[in-house]
């Protein structure tokens, strides 16, 4: 076998270099509208600039984030590198083999079966048969859909195509993987696990290219990001730096929260995830409501959310119900994982038990038990809190991690008020610093 020299390791796997490319748009869908048009001395199309004077190099084993908002070129820019798309100048240079899940279904022909797709999906992406037949039962397995595997692709859901393109994508010999916002359509089960495989390829040193709107999942994954703004990049750096980047490009959406508030990304983050909505005001902006109580089913949303595949967090699956709402969901979830219930308990929490305000006690309580109940210190620095509390152990090591912040009394003591209802910044605070401790111990 061929050594590789340090001068090829060296080398970088995809070089972008002053690339532009331009679209036309046309205005008329109809022989009477172009002839309308024509009459009347309209345009009958347009340019679109999608990529102007893009440049940059991606090394051997790095893992990029191609970020922007909608129309910014991120996806076009990966079509370029896939070689789906070519440069109007400039040019795009990739060195090894590369595998990109740009489209879901993309290279599956919908009258053949999930067998004869994985077997030409994988010559697409430059595998030989004998590979592929190697390893088929791999694909299969993890794309979980064995019971459909010889059912045509056409009655696939898109989960399935996705579950199925991913699959045969991880399996190949790949150098360079390419990967776009397609994530987001498998459930949550599935989304980990494509996630655990990536990291695994990153780790043996493939090169990964990620386009997503998911800030928080691309931050984690990836060491350094690239935003992009009207074709141009705008910003090339360390991932956190350049999601810091792209939010400060958009104004705020909060009247009451400026962007310099010290959780502004974290309430930003939870407001798009949908778990803390953002109330309109009168004048149509929005208000985040920094006092607001948050009720225990917003309190599960968040902490499912936040602890997803992470640290020693439970992945407990309780009973699973379509009737549910995603609040009703990760109470029962939160229960099964916290207090090591059964699925009957689960099933005992209803709408109306999550709607009422869950207390900074109980979410003490459940934090501590997310946490695994690590040793808590024998005293508390709060002056309300002690021994005859069921959330003693709790509350002390929240005060001791720097989850919780209490209230002065008159007499500068701090109390914690455990039964005081738990407010939307209070939350946000908790979350970000529990996030880093469980971060921490992964």
């Known amino acids: 076998m061929p050594r590789t020299s340090e001068r090829e390791i060296d080398l970088p796997r995809i070089i972008v270099n002053d690339v532009r490319k331009d679209f036309t748009l046309r205005h008329t869908h109809s022989i009477k509208e172009t002839f309308v048009a024509a009459v009347r001395r309209r345009p009958l199309a347009s340019r679109f600039s999608a990529l102007d004077g893009v440049s940059f190099e991606i090394g051997q084993g790095e893992a990029v984030a191609l970020l922007g908002f909608n129309g910014s070129g991120k996806s076009t820019t990966l079509k370029m590198i896939s070689g789906v798309l070519r440069p109007d100048s400039g040019e795009v240079l990739t060195r090894g083999r590369v595998a990109g899940l740009i489209e879901v279904g993309a290279g599956f022909h919908p009258d053949l079966s999930g067998r004869e797709n994985i077997y030409l999906n994988a010559a697409i992406l430059g595998m030989s048969r004998k590979e592929t037949e190697e390893r088929f039962d791999d694909i299969v397995a993890f794309s979980e859909i064995e019971q459909f595997i010889d059912t045509e692709v056409k009655h696939y859901s898109s989960g399935m195509f996705l579950r199925l393109a991913f699959a045969v994508a991880i399996h190949t010999e790949v150098d360079i993987l390419l990967i776009d916002e397609i994530l987001s359509v498998g459930d949550e089960p599935f989304q980990r696990k ?3 495989r990536i990291r695994e390829l990153h780790a043996k040193g493939k090169t990964l290219v990620v386009v997503s709107h998911d800030l928080n999942m ?15 990049v705008v910003f090339d750096g360390p991932s956190l730096e350049a999601v810091r980047a792209l939010r400060d490009l958009s104004q705020s959406p909060f009247v009451d929260i400026p ?21 309109p005001d009168a004048s149509g902006r929005g208000e985040f409501r920094s006092d607001a109580p948050v009720t225990r089913g917003t309190l599960a949303l968040a902490l499912q959310m936040f602890t997803s595949g992470r640290g020693p967090v439970p992945t407990a699956q309780p009973t699973d119900s379509a009737q549910d709402s995603n609040e009703l969901a990760a109470a029962k979830w939160l229960r099964v994982a916290t207090y090591a219930g059964t699925t009957d308990d689960a099933a005992a929490i209803t709408e109306a038990s999550i709607a009422a305000p869950a207390t900074r006690a109980e979410t003490a309580s459940v934090l501590y038990a997310l946490a695994g109940r690590p040793q808590a210190p024998s005293t ?63």
């Open 194 to 196: 494509c996630l655990a």
């Open 218 to 232: 691309v931050s984690r994954l990836c060491e350094r990001g690239i935003v992009l703004k009207n074709g141009q």
């Open 259 to 279: 962007r310099d508030h010290a959780s502004f990304d974290e309430i930003l983050e939870l407001s798009d995830a949908g778990v803390l909505p953002v109330y």
């Open 380 to 442: 508390s620095l709060f002056t309300d809190v002690d021994d005859s509390d069921g959330d003693a152990a709790a509350i002390r090591w929240m005060s001791a991690s720097g989850i919780a912040r209490g209230w002065e009394t008159s007499d500068g003591l701090p109390e914690y008020r455990p039964r005081v209802p738990l407010t939307r910044e209070a939350l946000v605070v908790m979350l970000t610093r529990f996030r880093s401790i469980i971060d921490a111990s992964d």
